[in-house]
């Protein structure tokens, strides 16, 4: 079986993930550049999803939201300056 072909549909959910984590970075960028638009939106779509799902991710969302409900609000300006700063 050709390791890029992950379309293959006799391939059970636990075997497809199995084949994902064994294949490079290379591997997977291959078959993403010829994606339609609307399937590279979807696609960005999940990967933003599954970086915010991390604990981390939701413990700092946590954090600001306690942070904005105790007051602790940035000004505009400090706003402005650390965009500036990148």
């Known amino acids: ?7 293959t549909s006799s391939l059970t959910p636990l075997r497809l ?3 994902l984590i064994d294949m490079s970075l290379l591997e997977l960028k291959q078959p993403v550049s010829r994606l339609s638009q609307r399937e590279r939106r979807e696609l960005q779509v ?8 991390t604990p981390a991710s939701r413990r700092s969302v946590a954090k600001r939201i306690r942070d904005m409900k105790a007051g602790r609000t940035t000004s505009l300006e400090a706003l402005e300056a650390q965009q500036k700063r990148g």
Do not use: G, P, Q, T
């Not at 079986?1 to 379309?7: K, P, Q, T």
């Open 17 to 19: 993930s199995i084949k």
């Open 1 to 7: 079986m050709n390791r890029s072909d992950v379309r």
């Open 46 to 53: 999940y990967l933003v999803r599954l970086r915010h799902a």
